[in-house]
């Protein structure tokens, strides 16, 4: 997010720079304020006219980043009214467990849905702690507005909004959004509300979805099917986060489909996040050989061990991101150099427990494509940071 000048140094800036700044061409300093936070803006579009319509035009307000955590609680200035005909991506932040920054997200939504057919992307971020109880009908209330009314909306990512999705919100994306490209509902939350039925239902209104983010418990062989139909248009991304009791109780996905898929989109990602509700069991039953896992993420109560050779010895075409919690030892050590070993396109690999020099080698050895890693030899003091590869 950009960072938000105090109100002295906006009024000054107004004062010393109105002058001079008449002088500069509207797409000029165009291109300066589309940098300031939204209260910035503000300043500057009562500075002078020119400064005004600069701020007020297309080139400052197609690709919008809003956070209500800095911007100040409740504050929707005059003039956004008329900008947000100018819209296309948004990505809005707000902290859903204070009420001023939860309304005025609420209320900026809103009122987009309101002029909402420019409107191309949206991204809802999520900051702080969750309230305690539910507060999240009036953004999702506000959300089913958008998709009822932007016809032409492509991209809409809900990943980071901490409050269960259901059927009735993929439903009206279905229906009012039939141009959509991207969809993500894969967030954090202990609660998974959205069935198979709507996803196909989704399939079917939106030919042109390349992306999709699910919880496993959303997915079925009916989907995968459904995915690799003849008619579909290329498929890009399926992402599947496997974190809650329904993901943990799903069936198995039968290898075969996974091969259909593939098969069907040969260009076909899957992003796999496996969290600690999962059994041993239910994680070799989510793991098949057939699946083109490009991004692994074990953050496992248990076994951690099989899961990475598993990767390395069916995964080794496609793993480009291996992400590990789990406890240090010997057998993970092993398993980690023998993926090492195999999958030598590897871009990523962070492992979070100390890992003995010959793993941190055998990366270096056998990975020429490894841009970043996570590769600790001794304890250090938390968060550790990636290493990155020059």
Not at 53 to 61: D, E, G, K, L, Q
Not at 114 to 123: H, Q, V
Not at 373 to 378: M, N, V
């Amino acid at each position: 997010m950009p960072k938000q000048l105090g109100a002295a140094e906006s009024q000054t800036l107004s004062h010393t720079m109105a002058e001079p700044g008449e002088k500069l061409p509207e797409e000029v300093l165009a291109l300066i304020f589309r940098h300031l936070p939204l209260r910035d803006r503000a300043a500057a579009a009562g500075v002078c006219r020119s400064w005004a319509a600069a701020a007020t035009s297309s080139a400052v307000w197609h690709d919008t980043n809003i956070s209500f955590d800095c911007e100040g609680a409740g504050m929707l200035p005059p003039y956004l009214s008329t900008c947000l005909n100018h819209v296309h991506n948004l990505c809005l932040e707000y902290k859903p467990s204070r009420k001023p920054s939860r309304r005025a997200a609420t209320e900026l939504l809103t009122a987009l849905a309101g002029r909402a057919p420019g409107l191309r992307g949206l991204r809802l971020e999520c900051s702080g702690e969750k309230p305690l109880f539910d507060a999240g009908h009036d953004i999702l209330d506000a959300v089913h507005a958008i998709c009822r009314a932007a016809r032409q909306l492509r991209h809409l990512d809900l990943r980071h909004l901490p409050f269960t999705l259901n059927d009735e919100l993929v439903l009206q994306a279905a229906r009012g959004c039939p141009e959509l490209r991207s969809l993500f509902l894969d967030n954090h939350t202990l609660v998974d509300s959205v069935g198979p039925g709507s996803v196909l239902k989704l399939l079917e209104a939106c030919p042109h979805l390349r992306a999709l983010g699910l919880h496993l418990a959303s997915l079925s062989r009916t989907v995968l099917e459904a995915l690799a139909a003849p008619d579909r248009e290329p498929f890009a991304l399926l992402a599947l986060r496997c974190a809650c009791a329904e993901d943990a109780r799903v069936s198995p996905l039968p290898n075969e489909a996974w091969a259909a898929l593939s098969h069907r989109h040969p260009e076909l990602a899957v992003e796999l996040d496996l969290e600690p509700a999962l059994s041993a069991e239910s994680v070799n039953g989510i793991l098949q050989p057939a699946m083109p896992v490009a991004a692994l993420r074990l953050n496992l109560s248990g076994d951690a061990v099989g899961p990475v050779r598993f990767a390395a010895r069916n995964y080794a075409a496609t793993l480009r991101v291996l992400e590990v919690r789990a406890s240090a030892s010997a057998e993970l050590n092993a398993a980690l150099e023998e993926l090492a070993a195999r999958c030598a396109g590897l871009h990523e690999i962070h492992c979070f427990c100390v890992v003995r020099p010959s793993v941190l080698e055998a990366f270096h050895a056998h990975c020429p494509r490894l841009r970043s890693y996570t590769l600790k030899l001794k304890r250090e003091p938390h968060p550790w940071l990636p290493t990155l590869v020059r």
